[in-house]
């Protein structure tokens, strides 16, 4: 299944609403600041993040206005992420969604600049959100410690630490797998977890229960986007393609083989299939589903 369901995609151009209205207006000033935002945010992508906050919290009969700024926080911080990555002193890459990156179309030092700022305001728009005011406020201070703590060295960022230094080097599968756990899982575990916490009231045990499950999709994402740059194009994917592979990085193809990495997706989405029994949770179903068949 490559193709989401109508609920989904409408969740889909919810976010692409949610987005526009939170983005500071182009000819604010600093103009050519939040003109690059825009075009960095306001660009495309599946909004993997967005849809897991949505998915989550209608499971839990959450409704999708509560859910929208923290759906964008995620994708605020996914975004500036990105930025980030592309530069000449990280990944180095000139195409993202189609078209170029930030720091090609406008230049390095304004990347950097829109990376900060998305990230500033990624917490700005999810500590002033009028609909999370019904929440307790501790509730509302664990969505922004967990918020926090996966996007930093903890989480993200210490992927993308652990991803530079394994450059030209063979990392075992384990080593890989932490790796990936912290750079791609820890913002799909805190999207679901974020979509859970928007919830008037929050059972441990669910909670527990959601984050296994998002433990394994953010791995089977992390195995497909590797199995893709191999097997797929620059055009489909709207980025390099075999980018990793041309700058020495390990994936898991090149550390267990391309049939190993099939595998091992089959296995994670079966594991995280299985997470979900007992919930009736049919989008979270389908988003696994869509993880493991997508083509870009």
């Known amino acids: 299944m490559s193709v989401l369901s109508p609920a989904l995609q409408g969740f889909q151009t919810r976010i692409e609403t949610v987005l526009a209205a939170l983005l500071p207006a182009a000819d604010l000033l600093p103009p050519r600041l939040h003109e690059a935002m825009r075009y960095s945010v306001l660009n495309g992508g599946k909004r993997a993040r967005p849809l897991l906050v949505y998915a989550t919290g209608s499971t839990l009969g959450v409704a999708p206005e509560r859910l929208d700024v923290p759906a964008a926080a995620l994708e605020l911080i996914h975004v500036y992420s990105l930025v980030h990555d592309d530069l000449p002193a990280m990944d180095d890459d000139v195409l993202r969604r189609g078209k170029p990156t930030c720091h090609c179309a406008y230049d390095e030092a304004t990347a950097i600049l829109v990376g900060d700022a998305l990230q500033a305001l990624a917490f700005q728009v999810l500590v002033q959100s009028p609909a999370l005011d019904v929440l307790p406020p501790r509730q509302r201070l664990l969505m922004v410690q967990q918020l926090a703590q996966a996007a930093g060295s903890r989480g993200m960022v210490g992927g993308q630490a652990i991803d530079l230094s394994v450059i030209n ?21 805190c999207s679901v977890l974020l979509g859970a916490y928007c919830a008037d009231a929050v059972d441990e045990g669910l909670l527990l229960q959601l984050d296994h499950f998002a433990k394994c999709l953010g791995l089977a994402f992390q195995v497909q986007d590797d199995i893709l740059d191999v097997e797929s194009d620059s055009g489909t994917l709207g980025k390099t393609a075999g980018a990793d592979a041309a700058a020495n990085k390990p994936t898991y193809p090149s550390i267990i083989g391309m049939a190993a990495s099939k595998r091992k997706l089959r296995e994670l989405h079966w594991e995280a299939v299985r997470a979900l029994e007992g919930l009736d949770a049919p989008l979270l179903y389908e988003i696994a589903e869509y993880t493991v068949s997508r083509v870009h």
Request: charged share 25%; aromatic share 0%.
């Open 169 to 189: 080097a063979s990392p075992s599968e384990l080593e890989l797998e932490n790796m990936h756990i912290h750079k791609t899982g820890a913002l799909i575990r």
